[in-house]
């Protein structure tokens, strides 16, 4: 049973995105190409002259969720989900928009529910993880809600171990500055694991939520990484 405290998450492990399935066809049309015109004896003077040594690099594009050029997948990604976040909870949801899927606003058919004090809740999917946006009637409705998450600061060293002390912070992308907190509680039997943080300035807050052994695997790195690359 979920602490009447709690966030209120569910939290439903879901497969990996198949973001490499662009790479393989190309890579085929690649090589065909390169023996098609000519240079196959390239290929075979490797194979037949000694240790070839290693296979050469072929560069791939880094996600560029703050606007730079997107591969067609996280292109088509930034277009479904960009139109959920509006007013205050877009700068804070800027760069996760190319990565997670799913996403679910409060008001539309199958969205979440609001918690009380809450105006807007949109609701995302990142692999094994999950992520809530939310909008606040107020600044005091989010700071009353962080409140709840710094208890579950202390419940989280016994938890999961190797929780870290709440802070202010800026995010890593500069777009917000607020609270940084890690907490943990029970739902359902099991131990689930957050990242909340906000923004000063605005009544919003984001939390990234996953369960501590099943899609965190009872170490904190995978969450803090994923936080540290997109928020």
Do not use: H
Request: proline share 10%; glycine share 12%.
């Amino acid at each position: 049973m979920v602490p009447s405290y709690a966030p209120g998450p569910r939290i439903e492990p879901t497969p990996k995105q198949p973001k490499g399935r662009f790479l393989l066809p190309a890579l085929a049309g690649l090589l065909a190409g390169l023996l098609i015109f000519g240079t196959g004896g390239w290929f075979l003077g490797r194979s037949t002259g000694g240790d070839p040594g290693p296979a050469p690099a072929v560069a791939q594009s880094a996600p560029a969720p703050d606007g730079g050029a997107l591969p067609p997948y996280e292109q088509n990604q930034v277009a479904i989900n960009q139109p959920k976040f509006t007013g205050p909870l877009a700068p804070v949801a800027q760069g996760w928009l190319s990565q997670v899927s799913g996403c679910s606003r409060s008001g539309d058919p199958g969205g979440p529910v609001l918690n009380k004090g809450e105006k807007t809740r949109v609701r995302c999917e990142m692999d094994a993880m999950s992520l809530i946006f939310v909008e606040y009637a107020t600044i005091a409705d989010r700071d009353k809600a962080r409140v709840k998450t710094l208890g579950q600061n202390v419940d989280a060293r016994t938890l999961t171990p190797g929780v870290g002390a709440a802070v202010e912070r800026a995010t890593p992308s500069g777009r917000t500055t607020g609270n940084y907190v890690e907490y943990a509680y029970q739902a359902s039997g099991k131990t689930v694991s957050g990242i909340w943080w906000d923004d000063s300035a605005t009544p919003v807050a984001a939390y990234l939520l996953a369960f501590w052994k099943e899609g965190a695997g009872q170490k904190w790195e995978p969450m803090r990484d994923v936080w540290a690359r997109y928020a």
